[in-house]
Nanobody, 112 residues
Framework: VQLMESGGGLVQPGGSLRLSCAVS????????LAWYRQAPGKQREWVAG???????TYADSVLGRFTASGDNAENTIYLQMNSLKPEDTAVYYC???????WGQGTQVTVSS
């Protein structure tokens, strides 16, 4: 399985971004995926979990601001990020738990 994130960028505090993670490979699946992020000088942290057959789960730090979703037809999961804060600045990664695969990451910078 290969994962490719996109959609990062520079946004002002309070703004929004939508990240995408395209899943490809011999048997792509939107089950047991997750979003992580890593800020400079910090450990990578879990942000949200997603499986197509269940409800997404979220870290307390993003609950109510971020929404994970998926599109089976596109083999893609999304992370809608609203009310962004400077502390959300990080490289965001998606992970496939079934294969332990990671994407290359996409940079999100929240700054005025």
């Amino acid at each position: 399985v290969q994962l490719m994130e996109s959609g990062g960028g520079l946004v002002q505090p309070g703004g929004s971004l939508r990240l995408s993670c395209a899943v490809s490979g011999s048997q792509p699946s939107l089950n047991y995926l997750a979003w992580y992020r890593q800020a400079p000088g910090k450990q990578r942290e879990w942000v949200a979990g997603f499986t197509i057959a269940g409800a997404p789960t979220y870290a307390d730090s993003v609950l109510g601001r971020f929404t994970a979703s998926g599109d089976n037809a596109e083999n893609t999961i999304y992370l809608q990020m609203n009310s962004l804060k400077p502390e959300d600045t990080a490289v965001y990664y998606c992970k496939d738990f079934l294969t332990s695969s990671w994407g290359q990451g996409t940079q999100v910078t929240v700054s005025s």
